[in-house]
């Protein structure tokens, strides 16, 4: 079965950083695409990232490019995000998602491109 665990949630000031981790199992990680996630409280779902497979090309969404990072680790199932100069409209609760291959541009951050999740991993911002 295809599973995703996201950890690395916490508690963090304004200002400082984080880096949330998702671990794989039960898929050819490499050949898969991850997209990472975030739903704030009473708000939509939103994309936030992704990362493709095969060549690890990343794409980030308008609201957190430039203090954001997404990497993967193919040897040890892993994909991170790390978050930087957070603000507390970060504030939310992150998840990690797969879809085998690779999504067509327009639909990197749409969480019915993911067939898979992981449980999500609550990030809050404030002083």
């Known amino acids: 079965d295809v599973q995703l665990q996201a950890s690395g949630g916490g508690l963090v000031q304004p200002g400082g950083s984080l880096t949330l981790s998702c671990v794989a199992s039960?898929?050819?990680?490499?050949?898969?695409?991850i997209g990472w996630f975030r739903q704030a409280p009473g708000k939509d779902r939103e994309g936030i990232s992704c990362?493709?497979?095969?060549?690890?090309?990343?794409y980030y969404a308008d609201s957190v490019r430039g203090r954001f990072t997404t990497s993967r680790d193919n040897t040890n199932n892993r994909v991170y995000l790390q978050m930087n100069t957070l603000r507390p409209e970060d504030t939310a609760v992150y998840y990690c998602?797969?879809?085998?291959?690779?999504?067509?541009?327009?639909?990197?951050?749409?969480?019915?491109?993911?067939?898979?999740w992981g449980q999500g991993t609550l990030v809050t911002v404030s002083s």
């Open positions: 039960g898929f050819a990680f490499d050949a898969y695409a």
């Open positions: 998602a797969t879809v085998e291959g690779n999504p067509i541009m327009s639909s990197y951050f749409l969480s019915s491109t993911y067939p898979y």
């Open positions: 990362i493709s497979s095969r060549n690890n090309n990343t």
